[in-house]
């Protein structure tokens, strides 16, 4: 394996991701923290990973945090350790298909998800009820 093969699978980090998608929607750590209404302290440790395990991001606070970056609700409730409700119902309900697909190495993974997906679906905004 390339270091590019290895580097490509490396998985982002949660804080990682925020901060890219933030900058992306040319907002700074000031703005998302007023929309959002927490400090921008807050912000800049969750960004840097820096959070003491209490003040981790809730799945109510990325759903709000997705809302207002306009980003992938479960992308950042996966990249948090939050599995979405929808998705751990579907693992308990298959377990089995779930372990197998655990086991494929990165090009098989690579080629069943472009092979499930036929094309880009679009990104989901989960609404709260």
Sequence with gaps: MTRQQS???????????????R???????????????????????VENETLHFGDYPSAKFIHKLSEQLEADEDELLLLADKVPDDLRRRIREHPEVFRLVATLDDGSLDSLAKELSGEERPRRHRTTS
């Design 7 to 21: 580097a490509r699978h490396v998985p982002m980090q949660f804080g990682q991701r925020v901060r890219q998608i």
């Design 23 to 45: 900058c992306a929607r040319q907002l700074t750590q000031r703005e998302l923290a007023e929309q959002l209404g927490v400090s921008i302290s807050y912000i800049s440790k």
